[in-house]
């Protein structure tokens, strides 16, 4: 059973930084991980995702100022939020997509996390 478990978020001031963490088990495919956040009253949206071979993309939104890596040894997938703005306010959810391709930057994935809430102040 796929598990995915956020932490990290929480409360900063705009241009200062977060990271976040998804512990993330029981996987029998891996295509991509990734991160989406969804906004109150806002669809989900996709912010980054990296592919088991380390391909990475970016939404527009946040390409520059976000940063997302992982430890495959111990299956932890990371977001490095830096320079934050207001607008990046909303809940995060760590996410997988067992094949390709890759939906994350889209919105969409086949697992999702409970979400970490992070909340930018200006």
Not at 64 to 79: A, E, H, M, P
Not at 102 to 107: E, H, I, K
């Amino acid at each position: 059973q796929v598990q995915l478990k956020e932490s990290g978020g929480g409360s900063v001031q705009a241009g200062g930084s977060l990271r976040l963490s998804c512990a993330a088990s029981g996987f029998t495919r891996n295509y991509c991980v990734g991160w989406l956040r969804q906004a109150p009253g806002k669809e989900p949206e996709g912010v980054a995702r990296i592919t088991g071979s380390g391909d990475i993309k970016y939404a527009d939104s946040v390409k520059g100022r976000f940063t997302i890596s992982q430890d495959i040894s111990k299956n932890i997938v990371y977001l490095q939020m830096d320079s934050v703005k207001p607008e990046d306010t909303g809940m995060y959810y760590c996410a997988q997509v067992p094949d390709a391709p890759c939906s994350v930057l889209a919105g969409r994935a086949n697992y999702w996390g409970q979400g970490t809430q992070v909340t930018v102040s200006s």
